[in-house]
């Protein structure tokens, strides 16, 4: 049975002391046993909250692959093995519009990331443009094809996808119900198509963008929907806990 997953983006917001706050009120969540939820925090607040020794996961939402070196200002997968991080985001639209990663460097992260047996969500998803010209389906699967299908069917047990339009990111414009199950049902039938069905069936697929308390139960309803990467609404401990009691 494949997990149902809900995941926090807090990005670069939050005191140290709510965050600290909204992680110990997510540890009264009680979840079921293939029930998780993850909390990607900010670098500075990983060390902090691991010590809580919550059942919450904690992950990273950025590293960079090199394990070590002269990189002024970066933080590698060692950094987070040694705090005992167990999950980390990569392919997010932000860090490929905003900080300009490449298809090549989000697939090398991928593969530090799976041979370092991180649980590892890979962010794809299509712009509005591509959108509006019924383009979608094409873009998704070739970020897919570019950045993710080289692992074995051993390495994708580490992979667990987000689907993230970029214009619902943050625009409180959420798909609908019907246009993420959509997606959601295409990558499942290209992750079978490429891997076979029993990957394909134990492949967790998130929805991200804009889901909120009020349109969660109806997103997580959906056959190929496997729960959410929330950003804005994980940012306040009541929103996000209404999220995931929604599954
Ligand atoms: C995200 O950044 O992954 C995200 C889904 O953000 P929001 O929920 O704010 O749209």
């Known amino acids: 049975m494949r997990k149902k997953i809900v995941a926090a ?7 140290k002391k709510e965050a600290l706050y909204i992680y110990d009120k997510l540890e009264e969540i009680q979840l079921e046993e293939n029930q998780e939820v993850i ?12 010590q809580r020794q919550h059942h919450i996961k904690v992950g990273a939402q950025n590293f960079h692959p090199a394990a070590q070196g002269a990189y002024t200002g970066k933080v590698s997968i060692n950094h987070l093995l040694d ?28 593969d530090v990331a799976v041979n370092n047996k991180l649980e590892t969500i890979f962010c794809c ?25 080289h692992l ?11 689907y993230e339009p970029v214009w619902a990111i ?14 959601h049902r295409f990558i499942r039938m290209s992750i079978e198509h490429r891997y076979g069905k029993a990957t394909a069936e134990n492949i967790s697929i998130l929805y991200g963008g804009s889901c909120n308390p009020g349109n969660a139960a109806e997103l997580f309803a959906c056959e190929n929907i496997d729960g959410g990467l929330i950003g804005g609404a994980s940012l306040n401990a009541e ?3 209404k999220i995931i009691q929604a599954q």
């Open 39 to 50: 909390v990607f925090s900010p670098y500075v607040f990983l060390d902090a909250l691991k």
């Open 152 to 162: 074995t069917p051993e390495q994708m047990k580490s992979i667990i996808i987000a």
């Open 239 to 241: 929103d996000f806990t």
């Open 9 to 15: 983006n807090w990005k670069m917001n939050l005191t």
């Open 83 to 110: 705090l005992e991080i167990e999950c980390v985001l990569v392919g997010h639209s932000e860090r490929r519009i905003l900080f300009n990663e490449s298809d090549e460097v989000i697939k090398l992260k991928i």
């Open 125 to 149: 998803g299509e712009p509005l443009e591509i959108r509006e010209q019924g383009k979608h389906s094409s873009y998704v699967l070739q970020q897919m094809e570019s950045n993710l299908f």
């Open 170 to 183: 943050g625009t409180g414009k959420t798909a609908t119900a019907q246009q993420a199950e959509e997606m």
